[in-house]
C-alpha cells in the first residue's frame, strides 16, 4: 500500500512539474500573429484590486497584433453604469500617448475602442500588464487615475 502511495506521490509530482515547465515557456513573448485576450483593468500593480473602470472592459476582449517586433493593441470597451449613472472610458494614455475612444453600435448597443500602435512586441505575452492612465466619465465628472490593464487567455 506504501510503495502505490509513493508511486501516485510520484506520478503527480511529475505532472506538477511538467504543467510548470509548459506554463514557463508560453509566457514568452507572443511570436508574429494576430490574437484576442481577457481585460481586465487595476487599481494596483500587484493586479488584485479591481478598477472602477473594470466593468467597462471585463466581457470584452483586446485584438493584439504582432509583426516585426512591434504590436497594435485595440482595447474594447463598452457604456458602464456606477450609482445609476451611464458612463464610459474616455482617454486611455499608454506610453505617453494618449487616444479618445472611437465607437461603433452594434445591435443597438454602443461599444468603445482604443487602438495603440508600435507597441514594443516582446512586452506582449499571457497574463502581461499594461501601465497606463486611464479617464472614466460618469455623468459630466472626468475621474482618471494609474491602472493596469492586464491580458490572460490570449488565443
Excluded: W
Excluded at 47 to 56: Q, R, V, Y
Excluded at 120 to 143: H, K, L, Q, V, W
Excluded at 146 to 151: D, F, M, R, S
Aim: one cysteine or more; proline letters at 2%.
Amino acid at each position: 500500500m506504501r510503495s502505490i502511495k509513493k508511486l501516485v506521490a510520484a506520478l503527480l509530482t511529475a505532472v506538477m512539474v511538467s504543467a510548470m515547465g509548459a506554463a514557463a515557456f508560453a509566457a514568452g513573448p507572443l511570436s508574429d500573429g494576430k490574437y484576442t485576450a481577457r481585460q481586465n483593468l487595476y487599481k494596483n500593480q500587484e493586479c488584485t484590486t479591481l478598477s472602477m473602470g473594470d466593468a467597462a472592459v471585463n466581457d470584452m476582449r483586446a485584438d493584439i497584433s504582432i509583426s516585426g517586433g512591434k504590436a497594435t493593441l485595440v482595447v474594447h470597451t463598452h457604456e458602464i453604469k456606477y450609482l445609476g449613472i451611464t458612463g464610459h472610458l474616455g482617454k486611455m494614455e499608454v506610453n505617453g500617448v494618449v487616444k479618445k475612444p472611437k465607437t461603433k453600435t452594434v445591435d443597438g448597443v454602443k461599444d468603445y475602442y482604443f487602438t495603440f500602435t508600435g507597441l514594443d512586441a516582446s512586452t506582449f505575452y499571457e497574463g502581461c500588464t499594461i501601465t497606463g492612465r486611464f479617464t472614466t466619465y460618469i455623468g459630466i465628472m472626468p475621474m482618471g487615475a494609474t491602472g493596469y490593464l492586464k491580458l490572460t487567455g490570449i488565443q
